[in-house]
């Protein structure tokens, strides 16, 4: 099981320049929120993350919650790094986040300087890393004074413990001030994280303008709205699906008939252009320029590597797209 990452891995892969930064992220990111958890197979895992990595995504993205069990994503990351990665860190985008709960008492969720710092060290040991490169606030506080939460990402990386500062889940108007914040902080926000698929448009309402304002990058998570935009649940829910799962976000109430005939109509399509649904939605998302990265999640090494073709798909034309938003007329 020894592993020497791939000589060509950098011959397909397309990079986008992340906002007006010196980063530059894959086109494919790959995300570790499920499947990659102490309910899962690790050996699986591990064969998702070799398999991305010989393919130039170097960009992985956790969260201190992730599993289940909050924590273990990370934990299993770490493993595939001492065992795997190790020698090619500097290669590496690995980000991390806070924001949800992950311990009891008035400290343990949201984003208030202790909460937020001390999350970030316990990231940092589960990971077996000296630093990560993306630290972000997973969510905007209501109650913590947003200098105070915008000051811990700073702290974070002029210690050296994250090299940039991202956000998510942040409306136009948060996103906004906490750009001015990390600005007069000299820690400018490197990224923001947003649920964008062909069923998520809320990004196209002011933020995706902010962003371009103030140069900040945009990874989009979900694009596959977390399989419902892809084959998976045509002919009902499987077993090995996140729906089928008890522990899956994705619940079999949010499988509705109404999404299922959009979900067809957009499968024909797919067809119809000799592509997979799921290769239609992640190049929908690709298509949209404030979009720096697609940030998918797979299952298998196999979706993976269909996910993966469309990095040389040239982004969809106007026409096209407006084909495809055709199609959402139902939902
Ligand atoms: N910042 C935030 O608040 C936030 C929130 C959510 C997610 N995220 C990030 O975004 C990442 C991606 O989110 P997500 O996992 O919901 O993304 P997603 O890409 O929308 O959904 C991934 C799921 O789609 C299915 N799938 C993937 N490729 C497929 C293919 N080619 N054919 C058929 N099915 C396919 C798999 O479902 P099965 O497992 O059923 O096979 C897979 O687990 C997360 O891992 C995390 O890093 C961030």
Known sequence: MDYTASDTR?????????????????????????????????????????????????HFDLANNYGPPPGSAESNFGRIMKKDL????????????????????????????????ASLDHSLKRLHLDYVDIFYSHRF??????????????????????????ISNYSPEQTDRAAEILRS???????????????????????????????????????LAQGLLTDRYLDGIPADSRAGKPHGFLKSEHITPGILETVRKLNRLAGSWSMTLAE??????????????????????????????????????QGQIEEINACLSLT
Request: aromatic share 10%; hydrophobic share 40%; charged share 20%.
């Open 86 to 117: 190790d020698p090619w860190r500097d290669e590496l985008v690995i980000s991390t986040k806070a924001g949800y709960l992950m311990w009891p008492g008035p400290f343990g969720e949201f984003g208030s300087r202790k909460y937020l710092l």
């Open 185 to 223: 902080m000299d820690t400018p926000c490197l990224i923001h994280q947003v649920k964008y698929s062909l069923f998520r448009r809320e990004p196209e309402e002011g933020l995706s303008n902010v962003l371009d304002t103030n140069n900040i990058g945009a990874i989009a998570f979900s694009p």
């Open 280 to 317: 239609l939605a992640l190049n929908w998302v690709k298509s949209h320029s404030f979009v720096t990265s697609v940030l998918v999640g797979a299952s298998s090494v196999p979706q993976l590597d269909t996910n993966l073709r469309i990095v040389t798909m040239p982004d969809f034309t």
């Open 10 to 58: 950098y011959g397909n892969m397309v990079y986008r320049r992340c906002g007006a930064s010196g980063v530059q992220l894959p086109v494919l990111s790959l995300g570790l929120w499920h499947n990659f958890g102490g309910v899962d197979s690790f050996d699986t895992g591990r064969e998702i993350v070799r398999k991305a990595f010989d393919s130039g995504i170097i």
């Open 141 to 166: 506080d209501p109650d913590t004074p947003l200098e105070e939460t915008m000051g811990a990402l700073a702290s974070a990386v002029k210690s050296g413990k994250a090299l940039y500062a991202g």
